[in-house]
C-alpha cells in the first residue's frame, strides 16, 4: 500500500520526492525513536539532510539555492513527516523566514543572508509568536522604537524554531500605534549574536521531541536600519502572504502524519489475533481502515488542490486554510482510530503509533491553529 504515491504529484516534483523517500528511509527512520526519547536537536540529520540537497532549497538559484517551488517543497514533506515528524520539522525550519526576505528583502540582504542559509553555511529562523499572543498576528507586544543608531527591540517572542541555534531570524515587532492595527508591524533581520537577544530552549514537548524550540527575550537589542525588510508598517501583510504557502506545506506534515498512522495500524492488525481470529477480519475493523483511508485521500486530493491553487495566486488564503485543516485535523483522525485498534499496545512508547498520536496534536496549532483558519474559511468563502 503506497499511500503516498506519485500519480497526483506533478512531474517536476516526483525526483525530489524520491530523493526525500530515500533520505527518510536511510537517514531519519532508523534514528527516529532514539532521538524522540533524547529531545536532542538531531545536527548529523540536518547535516546529511544539507548534503542530499533537501534543505533550504526553496531558495532560488540566484542566491545559492535550486529554486524549489511550493509544489516541490510539499512533496519532500510528505515523505519526511511520514518517517518521523520531529526530524522533519527540524529540516524544514532550516530555513524558515527566508522567503519573507526573497520576496521582500532588498538586493544585499538577499546576498548577505540568503545565500549563507542556501550553501547550508547558516541555518535561520522566524519570531511572530509571544508567550501571552498565539495566533493574533495584530496583538503582538514586541516592540521596535526607532532611533539614531537604527531600531532598538524589546519583548519576548516564543515557539521560535532554531531561537538557540540559528545563525540569525526573521523577526516580527510593533513599530506603530495607529487605528489601522494591522499595518503597526515591521519584520526585521536579526543576527543572534546581537547584545540585547537572549534565548533559551522551552521546556520539553510531549512531541515532535527532536525540534527544538526557543523562548528569547530581546533587552534593548539594537538593529541597523539596513536589516529593516521592505517598508516598516508592511510585516503583517508579509506574514500573510507568507503563511498562505506556510499553511498548504503544513497540510503535507498532516498527510505524512496520517500516512504514518494508517500504514502503522493496517500492519498491526494483519498481523494480531484476538477471539480466535486475525483482527482485520472484523467487519468494525475493516470499516474503521476504510474510513481512514477515505479521509486520508479526500485531505491529500485538496491538499494538492490547494498547492496549485495557492501556486497561482486563486484565492490562496481559503485554499491554503482548508488544506491545513483538512490535512491536519485528518492526522489526528487517523492516529486515534490507530491507537484504538491497537488496544493496550497503543501506549507503549516501543510502538510507532504513540509517537505519532503524540505529534499529531502539533500542527493543528502551529502556523495559525484551527479555529484561525475556519475563521478565514468563512470569510473567503464568498
Not at 215 to 227: A, G, S, T
Request: aromatic share 10%; net charge negative.
Amino acid at each position: 500500500m503506497d499511500l503516498l504515491d506519485e500519480s497526483i504529484v506533478p512531474e517536476h516534483a516526483r525526483d525530489v520526492k524520491q530523493t526525500a523517500r530515500e533520505f527518510a528511509e536511510e537517514h531519519i527512520r532508523p534514528q527516529a525513536e532514539e532521538y524522540y526519547e533524547s529531545g536532542e536537536y538531531p545536527w548529523d540529520i540536518l547535516e546529511a539532510g544539507m548534503d542530499a540537497g533537501l534543505v533550504a532549497q526553496d531558495i532560488s538559484e540566484e542566491y545559492g539555492g535550486k529554486g524549489y517551488d511550493l509544489l516541490q517543497i510539499l512533496a519532500i514533506n510528505e515523505e519526511l513527516y511520514r518517517v518521523d515528524a520531529g526530524i522533519a520539522l527540524t529540516l524544514m525550519l532550516a530555513s524558515f523566514g527566508c522567503e519573507i526576505v526573497e520576496d521582500y528583502g532588498s538586493q544585499e540582504q538577499k546576498e548577505k543572508y540568503l545565500r549563507p542559509v542556501a550553501e547550508n553555511e547558516q541555518i535561520s529562523g522566524l519570531a511572530v509568536s509571544e508567550p501571552q499572543t498565539g495566533s493574533d498576528m495584530a496583538g503582538m507586544t514586541t516592540t521596535a522604537e526607532k532611533t539614531d543608531d537604527g531600531w532598538v527591540l524589546n519583548g519576548e517572542k516564543y515557539w521560535v524554531g532554531n531561537a538557540v541555534e540559528a545563525d540569525w531570524l526573521t523577526v516580527y515587532a510593533k513599530t506603530g500605534d495607529t487605528d489601522d492595527r494591522y499595518s503597526n508591524y515591521t519584520m526585521f533581520i536579526v543576527e543572534t549574536d546581537t547584545e540585547g537577544y537572549e534565548a533559551e530552549h522551552i521546556p520539553e514537548k510531549m512531541g515532535m521531541r527532536a525540534s527544538k524550540q526557543g523562548h528569547i527575550v530581546f533587552d534593548d537589542c539594537v538593529v541597523p536600519e539596513e536589516n529593516v525588510i521592505g517598508t516598516p508598517g508592511g510585516g503583517f501583510y508579509m506574514l500573510a502572504d507568507f503563511f498562505n504557502h506556510g499553511r498548504v506545506v503544513v497540510g503535507g506534515h498532516g498527510i505524512g502524519l496520517a500516512a504514518h498512522a494508517i500504514e502503522e495500524t493496517w500492519e498491526f492488525v494483519h498481523e494480531r489475533e484476538g477471539f480466535g481470529r486475525n483482527i482485520s477480519d472484523f467487519q468494525s475493523t475493516q470499516h474503521i481502515l476504510a474510513d481512514m483511508r477515505m479521509e486520508f485521500e479526500a485531505a491529500r486530493s485538496l491538499n494538492w488542490r490547494a498547492a496549485e491553487k495557492v501556486a497561482n495566486g486563486e484565492n490562496a488564503g481559503f485554499w491554503a486554510a482548508s488544506a491545513k485543516t483538512k490535512s491536519t485535523e485528518t492526522a489526528m483522525m487517523c492516529a486515534e482510530r490507530g491507537m484504538q485498534l491497537h488496544g493496550g499496545r497503543s501506549v507503549l512508547n516501543e510502538y510507532p503509533i504513540s509517537r505519532v498520536y503524540r505529534d499529531v496534536r502539533i500542527p493543528v496549532i502551529y502556523e495559525g491553529a484551527n479555529e484561525i483558519q475556519r475563521n478565514l474559511i468563512y470569510r473567503q468563502s464568498n
